[in-house]
């Protein structure tokens, strides 16, 4: 039997890192949480507890984003579990840097899977399933602006996100449903951090006028706000999370 909650939100790629950030914000919003993952069943787990334990509401769901039957199968959990979906973001993705002379197709392929296609998949899941007044959030990247060497692919499919973001907010207007994007700057996550040595990290350090790299709490609150009432004017905007980087 569902049970129907003021708001429901989808979280893909919430078991870690920003996701597992604005799972835990959401749900101290009072917005009961999908909390979506791929592999890390433990991880996952661990939020959904962490949520009931302060009086909140979520399920874990396993689902690759980057295959076809994931959103619909997400959309499907939530709605069983909670009565229906308002607030869908996609954060979920993956990032492989490369020079694009030696991208393979493989790497290309998979790129273009996860952070174009997953979300494209979210987008029109949303569109057909969110209730009015819903939210659509995606996740992009301040690397869309700073055109570093490396990140060329990446940094493409994270454009077509906030391309498609500022199209379908057009399209979804008419029912109150507003489409955003957060593109984060560099945020202290297993992902970033991985295979970047104490010199990398303090040249990326050093790129912030703050002087410190973004935690996954900064761009929680950030989603917070856009999942929120107070930002129902706010509609097909880029917003760069980044400390002043770019």
Known sequence: MSRDFKKVAIVTGASKGIGAAMALRLARD?????????????????????????????????????TPEAMPALFGAAAQAFGGVDI?????????????AQCDDAMFDAL???NFG???????????????????ISVSSSVVGLYQPGYG???????????????????LGSRRITVNVIAPGPVETELFM????EAQV???TAMSPLGRIGQPD???????????????????????ANGGVI
């Open 118 to 136: 997953g979300v494209f998949r979210g987008m029109r899941e949303g569109a057909r399933r969110l209730r009015d007044g819903g939210r659509i």
């Open 218 to 240: 900064d761009i929680a609150g950030l989603a917070a706000f856009l999942a929120g009432p107070d930002s129902a004017w706010i509609n097909g905007q880029v917003i760069r």
């Open 153 to 171: 692919i990446y940094a493409a499919t994270k454009a077509a996100v906030e391309a498609m973001t500022h199209v379908l907010a057009k399209e």
């Open 194 to 197: 991985t295979g970047k040595s």
């Open 202 to 204: 303090a040249a990326i």
């Open 112 to 114: 273009v899977a996860a």
């Open 30 to 66: 009072g917005i009961a949480v999908v909390v979506n993952y791929v592999r890390a069943a433990e991880a996952a787990d661990q939020i959904v507890s962490a949520i009931e334990a302060e009086g909140g509401a979520a399920i874990s769901v396993q689902a690759d984003i980057s």
């Open 88 to 100: 869908l973001i996609n954060n979920a993705g993956m990032m492989t840097l490369s020079p694009i």
